[in-house]
Each structure stands twice: as structure tokens, then as C-alpha cells.
């Protein structure tokens, strides 16, 4: 009998080596036992177990990337498939590895000296600590280069001024990445810097009231004369060049874990409507019903179709800038559009928690918004292609 690879169609499982596979095998196994049964109760509390990030450690899923200090050196391809495993359970989860693996071990092994990567990067893979990204200020989302964080230089180090906001971990990190800058009369140049919970000056509260994303702690970081010694800048970085490096990293999980809150959603509505009997038949025997259910199928598997390509392309070292443009911006919409579909399947059930739906709805519009918006990935795509900046 022919099989039937409606789930698959494009055989992207074919493409992956028996690593790979047995990564996302793992992982999948991981969130089942897990994530899916705390997430419902952990989402009415805003509750983030910060013991899941050892357990993510033991997994080997964070800075999976790396091929030192802990790190399981996998493929670019086998950070996608995870990012997309962990985030059919839940955005939240899938931001906290993206922050600490693509904002945190990231920037330290790119442009840390060797003695930052000693002391950090082992317990940041391990999962013993945990790591947060501060670029984002109040009066700065869209346009970073407003940022109005200060470092100033001293005899023996820095000192930092500033508050950033919209933070994810901030409330519960160990070890913070800070980007500031010194304005000078004729420029303005930007420094990361790794920052420690218990430095003078350095505070963090929580944002209460986030209807999104609630079991990622988000909050502000108020730096007041924050000293930080010499040997905790990072002396590699080459201005926002290395900032841009860690948002594409991150960008790059986040254009497949949106597709997996979207794909879960997708067999959630496939089930319902196989099941939901109104007018005396199945709503899955509907015509407008199928019609929804192909859309959704066309979708997601176009999006890991290019997904899949851009991974392979980053394995072998490619430039893959417009492709990330490109698959954060319409994946996530593509996925935003799925997930309302689905929660309309579902009838008013759709809107209940043990559907799951509506979470991975109000989630997705925090992850539209992070890590540069639909319409600034629209902006750079343009600007790429005109060589005209509209910013
Ligand atoms: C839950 C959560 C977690 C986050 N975690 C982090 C983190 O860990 N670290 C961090 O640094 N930041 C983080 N952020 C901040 C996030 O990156 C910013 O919210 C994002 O960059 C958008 O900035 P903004 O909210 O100030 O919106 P704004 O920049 O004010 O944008 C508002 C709207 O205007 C549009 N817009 C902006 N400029 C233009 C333009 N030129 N033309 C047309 N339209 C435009 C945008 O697309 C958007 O629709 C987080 C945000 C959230 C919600």
C-alpha cells in the first residue's frame, strides 16, 4: 500500500542524519514526560521552574552548538529541529534556550577571551546558571542604536548607567549580557559586557502584568554606577555587528520553534474536527474544514521546507541574513494565522486551557514582536534589496 506522508509530504525527515533525528527523538521524548504536564498549571501562575535548565543541560540542549566547554557540538539543523520540539509545548520554554544559547553562550564564545570562556560557559551549558540579554530600554525596541545605557571607562574597568526593559530571565539570571555605549563628541560606539547578579548598583524587578509568554519571567534591569572590572568586557566585539550576530542566531530558532506551536495546534484542530459531530456528521468531512486543514498543512511544511534549507546552508558557513528576514517574519504570521484558524475549529472549546490553543496564541504575539518585529524584518528585507534604508 502506498504510504501516506501527508505529515511529511516534502520527506524533510529524510534529510536529517541519525543524529539529528535521534536529537529531536530525545527532546520530543523530553517535553512529553515533562513540559506538557506542568505547562497548563505553570502558565496560570506565570511559574518558570528554574530547575528545567539543568535538566535542559543534561539534555545537551544548551549552546548545543558549540563544540567546546561542555557544548554538544551539533548541527545548526539539530538546534532548528529543537527549538521547534520544545516550542510545540510552549514559547516561553523554547525563548528561555533561545536567550542562553544564542544571546548568552553565544556572544561569550564569539567575542569573550579565553579566561570568560573558562569561567562562564560551562555552567551556562550545564544549566547551573542562567543567562539574560539586556539591549532592549524603554525608549529603544525597534531602533537599538537609541539605546541610552552608558559605560564609562575608569582606571581598572567600567562604569554602567542605564535600565533596560522587556528582559527575558532578568528576574532570575546569574549572568547578565549588557550592551552600552559611550557617546563621544563625534560617535557613538557600543561594548557587551557580562554582568553578575550580586554586582553593586545592579537591581531587577519583574513584569507582573504580561499577559504573554507568562512563564517566562520578564522584567527591567536598572544599572546605577554599576562597576564592572576590565576582564568582563567583551573586548571582541566589532560594534553592533556582534550584536546582530546574536539576534540572527536567535532568530534563526525562533523561524522554526514558531512552527512547532503552529504544527501542534494544526493536529490538535485535525483531531477536534475528526471527533466534533455537528449536523448529524464529523465537521472534518467539510469541505471548508478540509480547505482549513490544508492550509495549515501547506504552511507549515513550506516553512520547514525553508527552514530546512537555511539550516543546511548555515552548516556550511553560508551568509544566511535574508533568510532569516525571511523566515522569522512569515513564519511568524504564517504560524499566527494557523493558530487563530485552529482556535476558530474548536469552536468556544478553543478556548479552554486544555486545548492548549489560546496559550500558543497570546504566546506568538510576543514572539511577532521580539527579536525584530514583522515590520522591521519587512524594512530589512526591503533595505536589502533597494540598498535604501527606510529606518
Ligand atoms: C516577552 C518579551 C521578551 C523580550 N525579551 C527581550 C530580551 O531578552 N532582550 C531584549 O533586549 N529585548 C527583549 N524584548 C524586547 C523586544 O525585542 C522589543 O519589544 C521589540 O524590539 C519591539 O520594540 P518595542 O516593543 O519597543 O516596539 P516599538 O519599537 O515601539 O514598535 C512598535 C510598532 O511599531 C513598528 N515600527 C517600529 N519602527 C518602525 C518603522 N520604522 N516603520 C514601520 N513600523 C515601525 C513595529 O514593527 C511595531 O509594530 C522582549 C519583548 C517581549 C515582549
Known sequence: MRQNNWFDPFYIQSHLTEEESNIQKNVREFCNKEL???VIDSNKKNL???????KFGSLGIL????????GSGTSNLAYGLVAYEIEKVDSSYRSSISVQSSLVIHPINEFGTEEQKNNFLPDLIKGKKIGCFGLTESQAGSDPSSIKTVYKKTKDGYILNGTKNWITNAPIADVFIIWAIEEKKDHKSIKGFILEKNFEGLKTSVIENKTSLKIS????????????????????????????????KARFGISWGVLGAASECWII????????????????????????????????NLGLASCLLSAKALDQGK??????????????????????????????????????IMRHLVNLETVKTYEGSEDIHSLILGKNQTGISSF
Open 319 to 356: 551568509d544566511i541574513i535574508n533568510a532569516i528576514s525571511i523566515l522569522k517574519k512569515n513564519n511568524c504570521k504564517k504560524s499566527l494565522d494557523i493558530i487563530r484558524d485552529a482556535r476558530d475549529m474548536l469552536g468556544a472549546n478553543g478556548l479552554l486551557d486544555e486545548y492548549h
Open 48 to 54: 518558570f521552574d528554574i530547575n528545567l535548565y539543568q
Open 63 to 70: 549552546g548545543q552548538t558549540l563544540n567546546s566547554h561542555g
Open 36 to 38: 506538557k504536564s506542568i
Open 217 to 248: 519571567p520578564t522584567g527591567q534591569i536598572i544599572l546605577n554606577n554599576v562597576f564592572v572590572p576590565e576582564n568582563l568586557c567583551l573586548k571582541n566585539t566589532d560594534g553592533w555587528k556582534s550584536v546582530f550576530s546574536c539576534l540572527n
Open 269 to 300: 484542530a485535525k483531531n477536534y474536527v475528526e471527533n466534533r459531530i455537528m449536523f448529524k456528521k464529523p465537521l472534518a468531512s467539510n469541505q471548508l474544514i478540509q480547505k482549513k486543514l490544508s492550509e495549515m498543512q501547506i504552511e507549515i
